[in-house]
């Protein structure tokens, strides 16, 4: 058994390095931690160039920024953080929002420059971990999930700033205990239970942190005991209180009276078994990378459903056997990961699954445990084989550069999808010919170009695609609105009403087709029930308020209120 503080393999002390503390040397070559950094910064900087000229793209639009009523409240601090409006409970997230609002407003590019930054952040972060664990090729490993294409959705993506601060805050929350494990200071111990429950309060996507705290103990002293327990303790605590509310928002407010799948328990078992190796999958080979991926029809019939399921049960039952021994590197890295990524296996609904079972921003926090384990088994290869043989060592380095080099050229092509909106829905259509949802959020923005035919050819194809997709329904509506043809916009937004009757735009936009054609009373009618599903909507009650005097009047405008 090791003592409390020692890193790396157990009975291994920590060396002392005869160079001073500001200086590590790698080879003939000395750099210092600032400079280190500063590259890991200039590498994000460089990676993400394309995303700092980039604009707002869905959701940032419609939920989290643009057209946020409580990011303009001035109470909207308070209420992001103790009321149950905002859709998901993300309150240090929405803060930022809010703060960063009144910095720069709707002007997306200081919006980008944070999200870069952070990314930059959690990548220092992550070396400075895995350096105090003595992961080999630690920078190296850092800076290849500095340009990893995978990353981009969360870094590119606004809105993911929930993803960027969770990580970012929760890796740090490892190093403070970490510091904690090597000094026994309860100060350590305090900040990094501080540090994570901000990471939660930004996304609770490290909800398995105190499992990763008593793998570790276990790895480096050998076993747990009641002392490790009681330690990990609170941080379970917030583990369990984070997760309850991020689970009751997501039903509630998110998901609400929406079915958004239709499985039993053991093919979200198997669903999730497939998520598993489509993530490993894209971290070791990114390539094909989609904004939204195709959602996928398992069979439950099927033995071939099963199998990605069972095939990840015999690796972790592999990884264990060998724990001890040569395998102890992939029984960390597999703890890691599956952990880390265990919320994005589809046990528990999230909104999203309406649209795909995976997305690449959900295993941000996660990959670092791939990279550190390739690393860390090529590094030391490498270098003993550019010391056996000194005249390959320039081709060796070559070799680094070139992966290094060739992951940020994609990362650059992908965040510049990211430059625009209608750019990111081209892409996703062109990869996905059973897409649904980009053809629809394509279709509308052409629509607001004024391209007509275009727009009711994507909404087409989008109803092919998926029957029961109720957007596509709304958006046909607004189409025939925007032609002047008002009887078929009341039909499409009558159906989409139907199949979504808990949304309050829907009913507005059926109320503007109806009032359009002096179907008063029905259109009064429609605009109460808009105000019952959306009370706290002030344009569903300025506009009620505006039809009742109005009809009163007996001089009711004929104008359409279509949304």
């Known amino acids: 058994m090791t003592k409390r503080g020692s890193f790396g393999k157990p009975g291994h002390q920590k060396r002392q390095s005869p160079l001073p503390r500001s200086v590590r040397t790698n080879g003939n ?9 500063a590259a890991l910064a200039g590498l994000a900087v460089a990676a993400y160039w394309p995303a700092l000229g980039g604009g707002f793209i869905w959701d940032d639009i419609y939920i ?28 240090l997230t929405y803060s930022t929002f809010w703060f960063a609002w009144r910095l720069w407003g709707l002007s997306p590019a200081g919006y980008h420059a944070v999200n870069v930054l952070l990314h930059a952040l959690c990548a220092i972060l992550l070396w400075r971990l895995l350096r105090r664990l003595e992961v080999p090729g630690a920078w190296i490993a850092a800076a290849i999930f500095v340009v990893h294409p995978v990353n981009v959705d969360a870094v590119a993506w606004i809105c993911q700033r929930k993803s960027l601060l969770a990580a970012t805050l929760g890796f740090a929350s490892l190093g403070a205990f970490l510091h904690f494990e090597e000094t026994r200071r309860r100060s350590w111990l305090t900040a990094s239970l501080a540090l994570y429950a901000l ?31 009681l330690e990990t303790a609170p941080y379970l605590a917030l583990s369990v209180l984070f997760g309850l509310i991020g689970v009751w928002f997501q039903q509630q407010r998110a998901i609400g009276m929406e079915l958004v799948r239709d499985q039993p328990l053991l093919l979200r078992i198997a669903t999730g078994g497939c998520a598993f190796w489509f ?15 195709p959602r996928w029809q398992l069979d439950p019939n099927r033995l071939s459903t099963y199998l990605p399921v069972l095939g990840l049960v015999a690796t972790v039952a592999i990884a264990w056997y060998g724990r001890r021994g040569r395998g102890r590197p992939l029984a960390a890295a597999l703890g890691f990961y599956l952990l880390t990524l265990a919320p994005a296996l589809g046990l528990v609904d999230v909104y999203f699954w309406r649209y795909a079972f995976v997305a690449d921003h959900y295993q941000y926090q996660s990959i670092i445990a791939v990279i550190a384990l390739l690393t860390g088994v090529a590094v030391p290869k490498l270098r003993q084989f550019a010391d056996r043989n000194p005249a390959w060592r320039t081709a060796v380095l070559a070799v680094g550069v070139a992966v290094l080099a060739g992951l940020a050229s994609q990362t650059i092509r992908q965040s510049s999808l990211c430059i625009d909106e209608m750019f990111l829905w081209q892409d996703v259509i062109a990869k996905n010919d059973r897409d649904f949802l980009g053809r629809n959020n394509l279709g509308l923005i052409y629509l607001d170009q004024g391209r007509h035919e275009e727009a009711i050819a994507l909404f087409r194809k989008s109803i092919a695609a998926n029957p029961d997709f109720w957007e596509v329904y709304n958006s046909i509506g607004l189409y025939w609105s925007a032609v002047g043809d008002y009887a078929a916009a009341e039909g499409y937004f009558a159906e989409a ?26 259109a009064l009618a429609q605009f109460e029930e808009a105000v019952r599903l959306a009370p706290d909507n002030p344009d569903a009650r300025r506009v009620l308020e505006r039809v009742r005097q109005t009809r009163r009047a007996g001089r009711l405008q004929l ?3 279509s949304q």
Do not use: C, M
Not at 67 to 88: K, Q, V
Not at 207 to 228: F, K
Not at 281 to 291: C, D, E, H, R, Y
């Open 497 to 522: 009403a139907r199949r979504a009757p808990h949304h309050a735009t829907v009913r507005l936009n059926l109320d503007g087709a109806l009032l359009d054609q002096k179907q008063f009373d029905a």
């Open 559 to 561: 104008k359409s209120f």
């Open 199 to 229: 990471s939660l309060a930004a996304k609770p996507t490290l909800i398995a942190l105190p499992l990763l705290l008593l793998g570790y103990r276990s790895w480096t002293h050998g076993r747990v005991g009641w002392q490790d327990v």
């Open 279 to 293: 993530y490993l999958w894209k971290a070791v080979t990114p390539l094909q990378l989609s904004f939204v991926y």
């Open 64 to 91: 989290y920024i643009v057209h946020n009523p409580l990011l303009r409240a001035s109470d909207g601090l308070y209420r992001f953080w103790f009321t149950s409006e905002p859709i998901d409970y993300y309150p």
């Open 29 to 37: 070559l000395a750099v210092s931690p600032w400079a280190s950094a």
